[in-house]
């Protein structure tokens, strides 16, 4: 998926009893259990070190956490892909949330904090890549102004079982023109 600009971001807005900041020392754990839990990945332990840590793009400043009470719940990376994505792009990264907090607006919170400082770092567009099955996921992204991008023709068909699959079927239509586009 893709947001064309990076213009125009809804301001981010806290809840009461939730809080973001970028990575401390040790939140690599915090970051293997949100991400473990929130994709069924086995394990919560390693997970950064093999995704993250060692990854071009890697900052601590880059990695966000939404915290509910004190505690890390979700979490989401302003990455850069410059030699696959060009300079100006960002790349919304790894966009998680624990369960038990999800449906409460901190995925969209996590993302929006990534993505504003994705513009603050220069970025003009951004990029980022998702699981057809992600539905949850997919639901926040369209909202928060992404689009599907299609590079491959399998994509279009992916694209419209997904829409079918979604709460609003008036998305299908808002972005057919994508899904015709040429790949």
Known sequence: MWRKTLAGLPEVTEHPGVSCRS????????????????????????????????????APERVYFVLRDGLPVATASAWCKPDKFGVDVGYLHFVAVRPGHTNRGLGTLASLVALHAMAADGRTSVVLLTDDHRQAAISIYLKLGFSPLVTHESHRDRWRDVFGKLPDPSLVQKFADDLDADV
Not at 29 to 56: L, Q
Request: proline residues 8%; negative net charge; charged residues 25%.
């Open 23 to 58: 990575m401390r020392d040790g939140d690599a754990s915090a970051w293997d259990t949100i991400v473990s839990e929130a994709f069924g990945w086995p394990e919560p332990s390693g997970h950064f070190e093999a995704h993250m840590r060692h990854d071009p793009s890697f």
